[in-house]
């Protein structure tokens, strides 16, 4: 057993702030910063950008957001007293003038720009700052876009005496570089090292994220503490899932680990080796002393790990509910269709939200069977949402009266015009009632449907917020069938069996105009997710020449129609939107 100066009692405080909301963030990280001040803990630690919120994007290229941004931390600063605090914020000279030109000049290195602004961290105690740190590895790939915002940190490292323990501070990035930060930090004496994160959630990447840790302490010889944020913000969701590992005799072992997609307080007890020799000479701040006394060992959070459909649902859930509440509203609308897709945006709108804010509209039309309309009321009872049913019919006789006046052709208009102007239709009436009760739209497109542009503009497509368009269809069943089994089933299963149908034309199958999902989905996701071109998906046997080369361009055809849809939780490693910029007129087939 490690006695009481070689353990550093940290309180992990896994908030979730808002973008720009620098008081509400500074107000989230004093509350957590109280309950670590009650458990007696040497140093709280907050997630990357806690105060400002992140990603910040464009916000910093102002001056008086960055202002604002560094007298907000002096003023969080200014409330602190014993217990230490590590904190996230974008830092930067407000009196320094930053002309736009000077912010796509990226130094020798290739590792930052000239902007002036820092996404840094902050060391506080006893009323000020102490030190700050500046984020050394900007990541430019995926969803991040720091080259674009920071400038990169080349201030030389140092450590911080918590508790009379040196201790090292990186943010984000640093951690995931071999032999960088992380281990020179433990090179020059740290004892353990604080690692503060904004990482975005896809699925199985908390996997990922121990490993790459784990190779740190493997190369350091001390625990590394992993905070991260929490909550949604626009497309991306942040899972929180701090933790600690620790080198053992058998090797780096997660001894810690934070609940996933909540806001939480832990504090850790973290053992600590003993000093190793010194290699590399930094200079030391004294920050605090250690608390006089025993105290009484804590037993340190190791929440379960979640699998893939439990941890995408809870990642759906809350992106809702924050998109949700962060935009200023409580209450959501639903067209239900009595389909598979509706149903589930729909339960995951309640379980988000709460039934009592979740609308359901039921908008029959000429081409509804009945089922679906009993289907639809059969879910909103097990939800126990709202409902309203507002026929489609007079709306779509007016529309097509009107249209063969103004047709170059006379009579009924054409098929695929028939079917999208019911969708349009469908689309304002729910803009109308979200407009007349202040409600949110959601829609209920998926990504399958969305690479494939199977869907219509200004119809099914309009709304605010798209929570399954990052979710195939194949795991739209997957993700509805676990949640049925979760509790009472809330999916009817007449939804689950019945084929697919945008119910637009009598006996209407989606299996009529796509290929079954079991074949389209792999297709899509090689060609999407994979960036595989149509001579090695056909390699691969998703399908032959013919129907390969027919998804793809469906794929590139789409793209004008998935720029004007709304965004959606991210779930996978290649999203549409932040993930995958394709040109919208674009001739390369392949």
């Not at 709108?349 to 509804?368: E, I, K, N, T």
Request: aromatic share 6%; charged share 20%.
């Amino acid at each position: 057993m490690a006695s009481d100066a070689d353990v550093l009692r940290v309180a992990v405080c896994q908030i979730n702030p808002t973008v720009g909301d620098l008081d509400g963030n500074m107000a989230l990280a004093l509350a957590a910063l109280a309950e670590a001040e009650e458990a007696n803990a040497d140093v709280a630690v907050m997630p990357e950008m806690a105060i400002t919120g992140y990603p910040p994007e464009d916000l910093v290229l102002r001056p008086a957001f960055v202002a604002d941004c560094r007298a907000a931390v002096e003023k969080f600063a200014a409330q602190t007293s014993r217990c230490a605090v590590v904190v996230g914020f974008a830092d930067g000279d407000p009196s320094a003038e930053r002309p736009v030109a000077d912010l796509a000049v990226v130094d020798d290195e290739g590792l930052g720009c000239s902007s002036g602004v820092w996404n840094a961290l902050a060391i506080c105690v006893g009323g000020r700052v102490v030190g700050t740190y500046h984020k050394r590895h900007l990541p430019n790939y995926d969803v991040f876009d720091e080259l674009r915002h920071f400038q990169r940190g080349d201030d030389p490292l140092t450590l911080y005496e918590i508790a009379g323990l040196a201790v090292g501070v990186t943010v984000c990035e640093d951690s995931w570089i071999p032999d960088g930060p992380v281990s020179r930090l433990a090179s020059a004496g740290a004892r353990a090292v604080l690692n503060v994160n904004g990482s975005p959630f896809r699925t199985g990447k908390q996997t990922v994220r121990e490993q790459v840790i784990s190779e740190r302490v493997a190369e350091a010889g001390v625990p590394v503490l992993y905070a991260n944020l929490v909550g949604g913000q626009d497309e991306l969701v942040f899972d929180g899932g701090s933790f600690v590992v620790s080198p053992t005799p058998q090797g780096p072992k997660v001894t810690a680990r934070c609940e996933r997609f909540a806001e939480r307080v832990e504090v850790i007890d973290i053992e600590l080796p003993p000093p190793a020799e010194r290699t590399e000479q930094v200079p030391v701040v004294a920050v605090s002393t250690a608390l006089g006394g025993r105290r009484h060992k804590l037993a340190s959070p190791l929440a379960e790990p979640l699998g893939g459909l439990a941890e995408q649902w809870r990642a759906l859930e809350l992106a809702t509910r924050d998109y949700v509440h962060k935009s200023g509203f409580s209450d959501v609308c639903v067209g239900l269709s009595g389909g598979v897709d509706s149903s589930l945006t729909a339960t995951i709108a309640a379980d988000a939200l709460g039934a009592s804010h979740v609308h359901g509209v039921l908008m029959p039309s000429r081409y509804s069977s009945d089922h679906s309309l009993a289907d639809a009321e059969a879910l909103a009872s097990n939800l126990g949402i709202d409902i309203r049913t507002v026929a489609i019919e007079p709306a779509h006789a007016a529309f097509t009266e009107m249209l063969s006046r103004a047709a170059a052709t006379p009579g009924s208009p054409g098929d695929l015009t028939d079917q999208n102007m019911q969708s349009r239709i469908r689309g304002v009436l729910l803009m109308a009632l979200a407009n007349e009760h202040g409600w949110l739209v959601l829609t209920t497109g998926n990504k399958s449907e969305a690479a494939v542009g199977y869907s219509t503009l200004y119809g099914d497509t309009a709304g605010a917020y798209a929570v399954i368009k990052d979710v195939w269809k194949l795991t739209v069943y997957e993700l509805c069938r676990w949640r049925n089994s979760q509790g009472p089933p809330m999916i009817p299963e007449a939804v689950l069996q019945k084929a697919p149908s945008a119910e637009l034309r009598p006996d209407q199958r989606d299996d009529q105009s796509l290929p079954p999902y079991e074949v389209l989905d792999p297709i899509l996701q090689a060609y999407v997710e994979g960036d595989l071109g149509a001579v090695e998906i056909v390699e691969l046997g998703l399908g032959d020449r013919d129907l390969v080369q027919q998804v793809c361009r469906l794929v590139d055809l789409a793209e004008f129609k998935r720029r004007q849809t709304p965004i959606g939780a991210r779930l996978s490693s290649k999203a549409f939107g932040r993930d995958r910029r394709m040109p919208i007129v674009n001739r390369y087939r392949g």
